[in-house]
């Protein structure tokens, strides 16, 4: 009897350790490939071999292991990386056709860019070009979204072969603190809430120059259609950044008109009020950007660098300089784009939600009649490590 | 030295259980799920009040049950209502706590193969997390509250360090305005927060137990409450942080608050799997004490032993958890689980109350 349960317990024992084994479902690590990036373009190619609407890339990172095994698939040498295409009439099905041609499944949890080309995204709308990235149960919500005005796939090949493109990118849009030109990151998760609350939005253009990445301007979403009507400049990326008071560091030039030569301010801290009025179905904002930083370059008199009529004067200039910049681009979203990318509505929502109720219908159309005011206060704090 | 046969609980691990009851599935859905009802930003005023109601119904329980001392619900119930009335609503209860342990069980099912276990299948979690459930209830009491006092520490911790680093992400904006259009949506969302912390009719059970049961009431004050403050930390950052669109839109938008931001430089950059893990205790925790009151009901019911009753639930738990076909059924089938709890356990404890007074004083 007590043999019998000795052994019985033994059995159960042992049993119960095979389970402890390991996961039901586990693969190697040196069997997946890590997929990186996604870029999305539109099919033009005319074969009968590639159908679909897409065309897809996606970029996968080699492991040590898989660069020798890959030889026979032609690819050259040391690349890190890995780009395959192929075409589909939805991504899914695209990224899942590329299981014809490889041995090693994709696996999306650390994919950190999403590149869609200004002109799929003209004719398609973001929810469903993102449908499936917004799905998928391995995709993070921190994965980043671009537009290119290029064709997309090209930003994933770079000159210098050591260079990973899908890191490159997410780490160029950290660089908020040296410069404004850089739109908060627009991460999958965010872009989600965007697009089901029908919000307009931008999202970072990048594109290659000389073999390099550039991350340049930005495209404009409409929140109603979720198609892009257009792209922004870098300049009037940095008057969204003003107007928002997003950024976190960077500089702005100005030309001395009397010397015709550059100053340069450096930026410590902005930040931006926007104040929203309601008269019937007339709505007004005011904006008031507040911004404190120091003199960092003088061209046009060095040897008043530390004179305070000086400083004034050029506190003056630079004020002038971002106001310019601001009613520029909010003149160009509110004109020609008709589309609030700068979060009026949002303003409007929070301090009339009434009329936001009201308004929001329409308010692309409401939006680009409101009449908004900007007015701009900075303040020199210090002039660096020379005096005069 | 406690031994197995010690069945009494002191307050604080009354307390203890109730909490580790009410937090469970809610803590990944209600964000959406009150999003929805209310639309506007006002989403934790309506988990406040839903808190409040879940305080009211609740302590008209433990009144109840402090009335008869060293009894349950299914024991007492026909002393108040006779055999039969108080035998069909025992029986009616037994039925609830057996469906709101397949509904635990299967949400816990899902999330799992969704985010953790993918490919494994879903029978083979289920058993072994339903396993594991009846190692625990087979015991009693005792060691239940004994768990759940190791399960609520470590989910506070985990709880708090992961919320507060989706500051991060949180923008105090978007939960403004504050009542911006009126009290109406709050209201409309007061039903699905109430549900959300349903829990305190466990006080029907335990309050038999405990070392004190006049502080029945303080037990389910304390519960609802700290439990209020887990929820309501949950809403708050969820929608600053993925604003309330964002909530509306997400299956799981505590998760896919948790999965939208890395930390980089610290020992772990993703915490999601964090997150669910404390999850997952929350859900065995409501699992294990569902079934042991279904099966403590049905064992002071039929007066018969108490285990027997726990291993026959087992299977028919099992089965009720693979009855939904989709995750929309799933989602149902919490509903009617709420809609029916609603009245078993707001209206249907006050009448006993009420006619546990009038026998009361047509003795005297």
């Given at each position: ?235 009037e990326v940095l008057g969204v950044v003003w107007a928002t008071g997003s950024g976190k560091g960077g ?138 | ?267 772990l950059e993703r915490f999601d799997s964090l997150l669910l893990t404390i999850w997952i205790m929350q ?82």
């Open positions: 009897m007590n043999l019998w349960r000795r052994v019985a317990s033994l059995v159960l024992g042992l049993t119960a350790g095979l389970m402890l084994a390991g996961c039901w479902s586990s693969k190697e690590i040196d069997q997946l490939s890590v997929l990186i990036g996604v870029a999305l373009d539109r099919n033009e190619s005319k074969n009968a071999a590639s159908e679909g609407r897409l065309e897809v890339t996606i970029q996968t990172l080699t492991t040590g292991a898989s660069s020798l095994n890959s030889q026979g698939q032609g690819q050259t040498t040391s690349k890190p990386y890995i780009n395959m295409i192929a075409t589909g009439n939805s991504v899914y099905e695209a990224i899942r056709e590329m299981s014809l041609r490889t041995d090693k499944p994709p696996i999306g949890h650390h994919l950190k860019a999403i590149v869609v080309s200004a002109d799929l995204a003209k004719h398609n709308s973001l929810e469903n070009l993102l449908d499936f990235f917004m799905r998928d149960n391995d995709i993070r919500p921190g994965s980043l979204v671009f537009v290119s005005s290029g064709q997309a796939n090209r930003v994933f090949e770079l000159k210098r072969s050591e260079e990973i493109p899908s890191f490159h990118m997410a780490g160029i849009t950290e660089n908020r603190y040296r410069t404004s030109k850089i739109l908060p990151p627009t991460t999958l998760g965010k872009i989600k809430g965007e697009i089901k609350g029908g919000s307009s939005m931008l999202l970072p253009n990048i594109i290659v120059r000389d073999g390099k990445l550039k991350l340049s301007g930005a495209g404009v979403i409409r929140g109603k259609t979720k198609k892009l009507v257009g792209l922004l400049s870098e300049e500089v702005m030039s100005a030309v001395d008109p009397a010397t015709k030569r550059p100053l340069v301010y450096e930026v410590n801290s902005m930040h931006s009020t926007i104040r929203s009025f309601v008269s019937g179905d007339r709505v007004s904002f005011n904006v008031s950007i507040r911004s404190i930083g120091r003199m960092m370059e003088n061209w046009s008199k060095p040897e008043e660098s530390s004179n305070q009529q000086f400083l004034d004067d050029q506190t003056k200039l630079f004020e002038r300089k971002i106001l310019d910049l601001v009613e520029q681009t909010i003149e160009k979203v509110q004109r020609q784009y008709k589309t609030d990318v700068l979060g009026f509505g949002d303003r409007l929502r929070i301090e009339h939600p009434r009329a936001w109720e009201r308004l929001k219908a329409n308010w692309d159309e409401r939006f680009a009649e409101a009449d908004i005011r900007t007015d701009v206060k900075i303040r020199i704090e210090d002039y660096g490590l020379v005096v005069e | 030295m406690n031994t197995g046969s010690n069945n009494q609980i002191s307050t604080q691990q009354a307390i203890v259980i109730l909490i580790n009851y009410i937090l469970a599935a809610g803590i990944l859905t209600l964000p959406r799920t009150s999003a929805e009802q209310v639309g506007t930003p006002d989403v934790w005023l309506a988990v406040l009040i839903g808190g409040g109601i879940a305080i009211a119904a609740g302590s008209v329980m433990a009144r109840l049950s402090a009335r008869y001392p060293g009894q349950t619900f299914f024991q007492y119930s026909s002393v108040i209502a006779g055999r039969w009335i108080g035998g069909i609503v025992s029986l009616a209860m037994i039925v609830y706590f057996i469906s709101i342990s397949a509904f635990e069980v299967r949400t816990m099912a899902e999330v799992t193969c969704f985010f953790l276990l993918e490919g494994t299948p879903n029978w083979a979690i289920v058993i072994a997390f339903m396993w594991v459930g009846i190692y625990l209830v087979s015991g009693g009491i005792d060691p239940i509250a004994r768990l759940f006092e190791i399960i609520l520490p470590i989910t506070i911790i985990i709880f708090a360090i992961v919320t507060l680093l989706s500051m991060r992400i949180f923008d105090f904006e978007r939960l403004r305005p504050v009542l911006g259009l009126g009290f109406s949506p709050v209201l409309k969302g007061v039903k699905t927060t109430t549900l959300a912390f349903l829990g305190p009719e466990i006080m029907l059970i335990i309050t038999a137990f405990m070392k004190r049961p006049p502080a029945a009431i303080k037990v389910v004050v304390g519960g609802v409450s700290i439990a209020a403050a887990f929820y309501l930390a949950t809403v708050i950052l969820v929608i600053g942080g993925l604003s309330l669109d964002g909530a509306r839109a997400s299956t799981w938008p505590t998760i896919d608050l948790i999965r939208s931001f890395e930390l980089k430089g610290l020992l859900i065995f925790s409501t699992f294990t004490i569902t079934l042991y009151a279904a099966a403590k009901g049905a064992s002071d019911l039929f007066k018969r032993e108490f285990k027997p009753f726990a291993y026959c639930f087992l299977p028919i738990i099992f089965l009720c958890a693979m009855l939904p076909k989709n995750i929309n059924e799933t989602f149902q089938l919490g509903d009617t689980i709420g809609d029916i709890a609603l009245y078993l356990f707001g209206v249907v404890p006050l009448l006993f109350l009420v006619l546990s007074l009038l026998r009361r004083r047509k003795k005297g």
